[in-house]
Every structure is written in C-alpha cells, then in structure tokens.
C-alpha cells in the first residue's frame, strides 16, 4: 500500500535551535517528494520539491534530503525562528496513477 | 499576481443539505485539484481539473463531485452531508505539470456539519 509516515507527530523546541524531521515512503513508483509549511487555519504552502535524481535541496533556513533508495527524507530547519511554528507536511506523487499521497504531518512548535 | 481564493471561507449545514464551494485558481493557471483535510486523516486528494476534463480522481464516493468552467474556476459539490464531511476543503492551482507542477492553495473553506 502507497503510505507516507511522519517522524515525529509533535515537536517543541526553543527558538535558535535546529531541528530535523522525518518522511519515510512506500509509494511506488515514485515521481517527485514535497514538503509543505502549513500555519494554523491557512493552506500549505510549498517548501522544496525534489525528484529521483537530486538528494539535496534549500529554500533558505530549509533543507530538504532524499535517499530513494532508502524511501527517506528528511527536513532540516536551522536557526529556528518563532515564526517556523507550524505543521510541516510531506507528500510524495507516485503510485499508479501519479496521486499526491500526503503525510499526516509534523507540528513544530517554537518557544521563546 | 493574486493566489487561489476559495469562498465561503466557512460555511456551517446540517446532515442531509448539500454545499457548493468555489475556487478561483491563480491567472494563468489550467489546473485545479481539491483537497479534504481532517485532523484524524491529514490531507486527502479529492479530484483535479485541467482544462475543464477531470485529470484524476482519488477514492471518495460519489458524493464528492466537481467541475471546471472554461475560465479556470471550479467548484465542488457535497451532497447528501455527513457528520463526517466536516473539514476544512483546500483547493490548489498548478500550470497543469502533471508531475513536477508547483502546487498552490488557497485558505480553505471550513465547512461544519451538524
């Protein structure tokens, strides 16, 4: 069955600090893994997207990994910012019919 | 350059009634896929729209309905409502990339059924 896991559910640490969540995957085939910020009552809003062939991608203090062989991926905010508190949402497209396959997502929460 | 906008932002029915949401994807773009977010499932793909022809559909029954009008705007239609159906119902706009398509939401629309 095509599923995507989130590591772990909840999170809270203190502003300043790093912090890295996880994403495995057992969708296949698989097409491209995205990972999304979502604020409290506010739609998603795209953070990386990486294909099969790149293990690495940046949007700022956001680093995104991918390790296809593995099915993993992780997401690494550095210098945490009170403003990063917020649910984090990894997706992959694949599967037969190329559907969007969602997590349940990350809620990082940043404390003062 | 406006985003995706969704009305009504948030609407309240009784089970049985049935709910027309809108979505007005970004200029430009053909794409519009509809989302079901729930704090028990996450996010779950409804449908997508390219060009006025359903491109895909995900596994919701057939109480789940939409459509896409000649300017790109799509609706989607609940009928028959169930306790169940409270969500919060997201739609997204793309340029219509299948697979690498950058997605784009809008706030959502939170419907409560009683």
């Known amino acids: 069955k095509n599923q995507v896991e989130q590591s772990p559910q909840s999170l809270i640490i203190l502003e300043g600090k790093n912090c890295t969540l996880q994403c495995n995957y057992t969708v296949s085939p698989f097409s491209n893994l995205r990972w999304y910020k979502q604020d409290t009552g506010r739609g998603p809003v795209s953070l990386t997207i990486?294909?099969?062939?790149?293990n690495t991608k940046s949007n700022g203090r956001y680093t995104a990994t991918l390790d296809a062989d593995t099915k993993q991926s992780s997401l690494h905010i550095t210098a945490s910012q009170l403003s990063d508190s917020a649910s984090y949402i990894c997706v992959v497209r694949g599967g037969s019919q190329g559907n969007l396959i969602f997590g349940k997502g990350t809620k990082l929460s940043v404390k003062p | 350059k406006a985003g995706v906008t969704q009305t009504p932002r948030y609407l309240i029915k009784t089970r049985g009634q049935q709910v027309t949401l809108s979505c007005s994807p970004i200029?430009?773009?053909?794409?519009v896929s509809w989302y079901q977010q729930t704090p028990g499932q996450g996010l779950q793909f409804l449908f997508e729209?390219?060009?006025?022809?359903?491109?895909n559909k995900g596994n919701f029954p057939g109480r789940f309905s939409g459509r896409q009008f000649s300017n790109s705007r799509s609706e989607m239609n609940v009928s028959t409502l169930e306790l169940g159906d409270s969500a919060l119902y997201l739609c997204a706009s793309s340029d219509g990339q299948v697979y690498t398509g950058e997605l784009f939401f809008g706030e959502g629309s939170r419907l409560t059924v009683l």
């Open positions: 990486m294909t099969f062939s790149e």
């Open positions: 200029s430009g773009h053909r794409s």
């Open positions: 729209y390219f060009s006025e022809t359903q491109r």
